[in-house]
């Protein structure tokens, strides 16, 4: 190995593409366009080739791959939700990630490290004892633990939070882990480019050609594409898009913050969340403590970061880890989360032939990128919702039909 | 810190605010569709731009309308409703 990379360094050509193929011109049609290279149109693009045969497809991104709510979110993975559609959904997603470091053969750093969601108010204990029957229902390793069990995991921390918020128990989720997020997002786009798909960087769409109630092509800024079958996986600016189809639904924007301290020698295994005190915090392999809190409290499509996020966020921690008030912030910065009123995804089909919709991932889609690339990957080719995605569809809310799953999303992403 | 003007109260910082969405028409839910009801129940403009909204100065409890562009995050305008919707 070192020998390759001295004579990679010294040869001035540097004739390997790092991780994918780069493309001059867009081709005039191909068979499925999708809108959006963050990890969800990648999987997508990538299960099409991989499993279905489906190779002529282009995935069209405005910036640069995982440059969206990708490369911005605290990576946490889990599958302890509240509905019987969420857990099924993101347990089989669990099982995805599991395998996905051999199959891509790039490194996820993808760490198993227990997560625990702290109670600190009956009410929270109810809702805990309801998740974890849920969660075992359907065989997912989910138990409600007393407050021993959460200073064994991370003694560092104060039982009491300052005396204000007495922790009195909390959700154990053991398959809780955290991953790389910009490899994900590698990962399954060299694995789409090796199996003939054109990832196409530096390309916005701009339009989008419907006739007769039908997806005809995508207008870009490097020119038009004809196409039936769309996939939008634009996580932030899924409204832009849906602006562009006519298409009305309930998704709205706010924007999430998170941010990570210096590097610390290691101290915290678990990650843990606080739904009363709305912060959660872990450890990256780095070792800085990458944190985050609830929503900002306002409609926005912007990327700033604020001064109010960070001291409400520091002001909760140290009500948790006090012995961290000598700690340095060391960045933040913002995503636009795509918010339903249900805390559930809208997947599938919509009244537009052609258009499908990969959306409403709000503040916990990163967790969900092998599952939903392979489900809606199932989905374009039979033009029928894979039977995991049902609960998720865009008509749910003209039935009333929500899939609520608030208690296990608004914090704990 | 972000500043708002309260329509009562002047220039205030935007942490005192409460903001509560687009202000939009309600349909007669004695007249209107279940489809029409379930529109407006649920259903939102996503999209950015300039846009009217209910925002509360809670600390003096006044509701009042912004104009607010929700892409440069910029209020245009601040004044009371005036009934219109
Ligand atoms: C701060 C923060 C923390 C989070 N923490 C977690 C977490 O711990 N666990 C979890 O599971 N989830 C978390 N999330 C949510 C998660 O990040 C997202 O749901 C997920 O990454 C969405 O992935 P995506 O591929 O759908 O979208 P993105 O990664 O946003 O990709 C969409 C892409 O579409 C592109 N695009 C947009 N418009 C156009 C256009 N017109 N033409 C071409 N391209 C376009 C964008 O440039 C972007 O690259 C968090 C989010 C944030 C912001």
Not at chain 1, 86 to 92: H, L, T
Not at chain 1, 259 to 283: A, C, F, N, R, T
Not at chain 1, 311 to 331: A, C, I, Y
Request: net charge neutral.
């Amino acid at each position: 190995m070192p020998w390759r990379l001295l004579r990679f360094a010294l040869n001035r050509k540097h004739p390997e593409p790092r991780m994918f193929t780069h493309h001059d011109k867009l081709k005039s049609s191909y068979d499925v366009v999708i809108i959006g290279a963050g990890g969800h149109g990648l999987a997508a693009a990538y299960y099409l080739a991989a499993e279905h045969g489906v190779k002529n497809v282009c995935v069209l991104e405005k910036g640069y791959i995982g440059g969206g709510n990708t490369g911005r979110n605290t990576t946490i993975i889990r599958s302890n939700y509240l509905t019987p559609e969420g857990v099924k959904f993101y347990d089989e997603s669990v099982n995805l990630w599991q395998d996905l470091s051999r199959d891509f053969d790039l490194n996820l750093f993808y760490a198993n490290r227990g997560h625990f969601t702290l109670a600190h108010t009956d009410a929270a204990v109810r809702t805990m004892r309801w998740r974890a029957e849920v969660n075992k229902h359907y065989g997912v390793d989910s138990e409600v633990v007393g407050p021993e069990a959460v200073k064994e995991a991370a003694p560092m921390i104060d039982l009491s939070c300052a005396g204000h918020a007495p922790i009195l128990g909390a959700l154990y989720h053991a398959p809780g882990s955290v991953a790389r997020h910009d490899a994900v997002a590698w990962g399954y786009g060299r694995g789409a480019d090796q199996r003939g798909v054109e990832i196409h960087q530096q390309t916005e769409v701009l339009g989008i050609d419907v006739q007769g109630g039908k997806v005809k092509g995508v207008n870009t800024s490097r020119g038009y594409i004809s196409t039936n079958k769309v996939l939008c996986a634009v996580a932030g600016s899924t409204p832009r898009i849906l602006k562009m189809v006519d298409v009305r639904t309930p998704i709205y924007i706010h924007p999430l913050q998170a941010m990570v301290s210096e590097p610390v020698k290691p101290w915290l295994d678990p990650i843990l969340v606080s739904g009363s005190l709305h912060v959660y915090i872990s450890q990256s392999a780095r070792g800085e403590l990458v944190m985050g809190a609830s929503l900002d409290p306002y409609e926005l499509h912007a990327t700033r970061s604020t001064l109010d996020f960070v001291e409400g966020l520091t002001s909760h921690m140290l009500d948790m880890f006090p012995f961290l008030s000598n700690v340095k912030v060391m960045r933040q910065w913002a995503g636009m989360a795509d918010m339903t009123p249900d805390f559930a995804p809208i997947m599938g089909k919509t009244p537009v032939e052609g258009f499908y919709l990969d959306s409403g991932w709000g503040t916990w889609g990163f967790k969900a990128t092998p599952v939903c690339g392979k489900t809606m990957a199932h989905t374009l080719v039979n033009d029928t919702p894979h039977p995991l995605i049902t609960g998720f569809s865009l008509d749910r809310f003209s039935h009333y039909a929500l899939t609520g799953e608030k208690g296990a999303a608004s914090v704990g992403h | 810190m972000k500043i708002m003007t309260c329509p009562l109260n002047g220039p205030r910082p935007v942490s005192e605010f409460f903001y509560w969405g687009e202000v939009r028409p309600m349909p007669d839910p004695d007249t209107c569709t279940d489809a029409e009801w379930a529109d407006y129940v649920f259903n939102r403009n996503g999209a950015p731009g300039v846009k009217r909204e209910w925002w509360c100065h809670t600390p003096s409890n006044t509701w009042f309308i912004a104009e607010r562009d929700t892409e440069k995050d910029v209020v245009l305008k601040t004044y009371f409703y005036q009934g219109d919707a």
